[in-house]
């Protein structure tokens, strides 16, 4: 099993619908999972971090992470087409010590929001 | 500095020439790292700096590759004997203890 698996997509939805975004991890003491925002030709842009089990929220983005079942997801409600991008998921690899930890990023799924 | 910078923004170079890609952090950030994304693919883990201790290495692909950290600040990614399999966008990472990363604009390289 990959370290991080993402549903590669590409995925479309239509203006103001919703877009649902998932992430499975296998390290389960992974403590802190982020989500990033790219734009082509453009580098990675962190948009939410979730430390805790349940929901998060940050205007349109809703972050839900469920640590028993290893599995991370991102909501945007009222997607926009400024919102089309690929969306990376990023799961840390624990190291003894410290609080920075390398992250393992999956491949990564691309949103198309249709006007 | 407000972000973190890398230079140059691009870079061609002949196949077994040796190139230095700089990395230059936000200001106290501890950790530093580079990835690599090739085209259409995903990040590829190079190597991270933490502070003081040994950097983890276990991400370079072959010992053409090496990277240091002065000062705690700066980095310099250096890569001897290119191969065209070099080719991609080399990304430099920073982060303050329990936040995200922020990267850089990276550095796209292509080997001809």
């Known amino acids: 099993q990959k370290e991080v698996e993402q549903n590669s997509g590409p995925l479309s939805v239509p203006e103001g619908a919703i877009a649902s975004l998932n992430c499975t991890y296998s390290?389960?003491?992974?403590?802190?999972f982020f989500w990033y925002r790219q734009y082509s030709g453009k580098s990675p842009e962190l948009i939410m971090s979730?430390?805790?089990?349940g929901d998060k929220e940050d205007g349109r983005f809703t972050a839900q992470l469920n640590k028993a079942s290893q599995y991370v997801s991102l909501l945007i409600r009222d997607s926009q087409p400024s919102d089309s991008a690929t969306y990376l998921c990023?799961?840390?690899?624990?190291?003894?010590?410290?609080?920075?930890?390398?992250?393992?990023f999956g491949k990564g799924t691309l949103l198309t929001v249709n006007p | 500095g407000a972000g973190v910078s890398q230079s140059p923004s691009n870079k061609v170079t002949e196949k077994g020439k040796d190139v230095e890609l700089r990395c230059d952090p936000i200001?106290?950030?501890?950790?530093l790292y580079w990835y690599r994304q090739s085209l259409g693919q995903g990040l590829e883990f190079l190597i991270y700096?933490?502070?003081?201790?040994?950097?983890?290495k276990s991400g370079l692909p072959s010992d053409r590759f090496s990277a240091e950290r002065t000062g705690g600040s700066v980095s310099t990614l250096t890569i001897q004997r290119t191969q065209q399999e070099d080719s991609a966008v080399y990304l430099c990472?920073?982060?303050?203890?329990?936040?995200?990363?922020?990267f850089g604009s990276g550095t796209r390289l292509t080997v001809v």
């Open positions: 990472a920073s982060s303050f203890p329990g936040l995200g990363y922020t």
């Open positions: 390290d389960r003491g992974s403590q802190s």
């Open positions: 979730i430390y805790s089990n």
């Open positions: 990023a799961v840390p690899s624990s190291r003894s010590g410290g609080s920075n930890y390398k992250l393992t």
């Open positions: 200001s106290g950030h501890t950790a």
């Open positions: 700096f933490q502070g003081n201790s040994a950097p983890d």
